[in-house]
Nanobody, 114 residues
Framework: VQLVESGGGLVQAGGSLRLSCAAS????????MGWYRQAPGKQREWVAS???????NYQDSVKGRFTISRDNAENTVYLQMNSLKPEDTAVYYC?????????WGQGTQVTVSS
């Protein structure tokens, strides 16, 4: 299984970015897909998750600004990020859970300038 992220980049504070993550190498759907991030000098942290049934969950700091969505047929997950802040600067990783196995993408850099 391979997860490939795209959509990162440099944006000014208040701007928007949309991250995408496409999974390949499996015909099975993932029960949960999500996003983590890791800022310089900090531990990796969970950002948002989307369960195959439709439920979504968010870290408090991104609620109301970020929206996670997924295309189950394509095994793809998205993260729409609005009203970005400098503290959102991090490498963003997508994840996909299949049973007890969690797959990780390689990460995409998001930089928000003030």
């Amino acid at each position: 299984v391979q997860l490939v992220e795209s959509g990162g980049g440099l944006v000014q504070a208040g701007g928007s970015l949309r991250l995408s993550c496409a999974a390949s190498g499996t015909i099975f759907r993932f029960n949960t897909m999500g996003w983590y991030r890791q800022a310089p000098g900090k531990q990796r942290e969970w950002v948002a998750s989307a369960i195959s049934g439709g439920n979504t969950n968010y870290q408090d700091s991104v609620k109301g600004r970020f929206t996670i969505s997924r295309d189950n047929a394509e095994n793809t997950v998205y993260l729409q990020m609005n009203s970005l802040k400098p503290e959102d600067t991090a490498v963003y990783y997508c994840t996909a859970d299949s049973g007890l196995i969690r797959y990780w993408g390689q990460g995409t850099q998001v930089t928000v300038s003030s």
